[in-house]
């Protein structure tokens, strides 16, 4: 009796990991067999490529407030209440407007080497314009904001902030270069009106070095509000050694973008019920609204028509999930949030249970595994289905963090998780004139919509 | 004494498991930090994109006996002696000539629906030309050899015989569905002549949907030789919608390649003697051959300039490898193998000691790892490195091959293993004109390079 006593305890903590253990197992054959039909109908007909040719091609670039962004909006109401998902709606929301005006120009003048050359530049997003006849000045050159506060006043007053750190090429994930150099787009223009800059050239967010600008958010943090373009790679290089030998030259640059007032807008939900807890939510989404120089093929239409496929190929295989499963098209994540942002107001406005949301904001190559941000129980729960995903070439599952949309859940508790494809190629296309339809392939794109569904799918079985 | 006795075996096993253990943690601090700073010279200063510029664009296709291929070997041997390789030498190996001739014209004639449509084709590589007025017969469609046979001579005879047996899309691992297809291209026309055809037409090998014919090469088997041509599978959907309409509707074509007397080419090989063991010879290639339709930078450009960058980088970095490392650029892998065939009868007839062979052939894609041929104890040595690749996003070990270059070595019973990048974009430019310099991304050329430098570097250190 007393030895049963102390084994009692230790047989069930057995039996419970025996459980535990075989609890994956037993899911396995059924499950792997869902998994491979979802990929087959993905890469058999999947509809994704179509969708996205559509949105890329017949719509284009859709920056909030445009009336791409309105047709959008349209599109994908119109394709997800084609497919007769069960409920399909609009979620109202005010955007930020903000338009470029006419094309960019942009010259180094006088300099001693070369004398005056065009380069290419374009207005980051939020900036204010130059005024018609554009802003001239000298130029000096820093690679961060120490560099610049050391400069002071006295060495930047009047001039032009020429912010010129590059990508780390040695980081193999190059979303982590981004992150390393981003913040002179965002903040960049701020910090040297700090100090009297009467503008701020920011070197393109790219590892390549090319001809293309690549534009994005900025944010005004202070009073003084000072014009602030993108230059392309090679400008930037040139404009750097032309600098070095002749601190004198000039350059000179002309905007006319502008914010006008805010306009309404709207976020895009399909939803599937849940067939037998309809009340735990699960969120799948991209984002709907792009830059206005390019396509938003890979930024971020491939997260949009891989979300819609993610119900579509539930409903064409008559997987009936058990929670309910809502793919999101958010608007404005690319200069404001406020679509994501309003999602997760109105999850708690209308006490909604979210149980998990995913994003897929990485271009639409070929998909690597997820990343991951909250309470590592889910991770754990997640990582025992890892075996199941392999074989679809989902190996990492190391990556830290959700997409910016789904960022609000996050801060909510709900864990979150965002596809992770191939990431040498992004910073390619990421939001200048080359993000279009023709650099996506296939095959890529449809496998990333697959690798979601059967996530999505196995957290509507089993939960979180 | 008794109880030590019996201990004793156990206490080894135990103490060798230790170290068995504890060895590759040993190795790993100083070896990972070696791996990083290969991959660091691999993406800031990497030669391999700028090489293989010039050998697609200044060079171009460089099929087997063809100028180009002299041209090619020429290069490669001027690139490695440009290094100051320990040694850089040729090995002579005789190749076949096969030339296209013409361009190559078809067309579907008095179908009912359509009249006559100019098709895209290209003859295969091997294919004896139709003779100046082309042939013209009837189609008779099938998708495996078995429906032909059960046609026979009946069904046959006389008519050209359409292969039409596509890739299988669901095949996450493209090379697959090229397995299960090829044998079309290889052995259709000899199959096709047993039943008295007079000519095959293939659907070309890939994916896609397009308009470009996939080169490739055939065999034939019996006496009677018949030409063989690609046609791209936008056409061969064509072709097999308007013989479902009308049975009775000619095929038209017109080649004028033939075979010529084989010619003198060569294998381009550079050397870096081992450190501490010089006899023990470790290959790492590619194939310097491409076909002719497009400038074979992915197929096999790619794998040549990598092999180079192994031993560049080395030297850059001022790795001395303990064993001897050879980069050897194959000649004739595209129709005949005789490179890769006479570098192992050479390995034979010199008694070098070969401790492995890797080969890179499947294009320049963002590499994910590496597949595996020979023992298994080679293997397992292999895969207690992995936490050391892993970083690099080099995760998967599963696949089973080596090259085609070191197959002849294989048969030997050395160890050998090809480097497997991501596979979904490769049969979009696999033999085909879009085979070209500006579909290859400059990062993942380079860390395909790196991956590869880096798992020399383990075994060369540490042997197999």
Redesign the interface.
Known sequence: MNLLRKLLPCSLLLFSLLLFSLLPLRAQPADSLTIRRI??EA??NGHGYRHLDYLSNRIGGRLSGSPQAAAAVEWGYQVMKSYGFDTVYTQEVMVPHWVRGDQEVARILNSSKAGNVDVAVCALGGSVGTGDKGIAANVVEVRSFEELARLGKKGVEGKIVFFNRAFD??R?N?FDAYGEAVTQRGAGASEAAKYGAVGAVVRSMT??IDGFPHTGGMRYQGPVRIPAVAICTRDAELLSGLLKEDGSLKFYFRTTCETRPDVKSHNVVGETKGSTTPGEIITVGGHLDSWDTGHGAHDDGAGCVQSIEVLRIFKTLGIRPKRTVRAVLFMNEENGLRGGTKYAELAVRNREKHIFALESDRGGF?P?GFSFEGNPAALAKILRWKSLLE???L??FSGQGGGADIGPLAKLGVPVMELVP?P??YF?FHHTSTDRFEFV????LE?GGAAMAALIYLVSEYGL
């Not at 392939?441 to 890529?444: I, P």
Request: charged share 40%; proline share 8%; aromatic share 8%.
């Open positions: 990929f087959d890469l058999r090429p040695t193999i190059t590892t390549r070929s690597r074989p679809y070439g190996h990492d191939d040498q190629r390619d392939n296939q095959r890529e496998l």
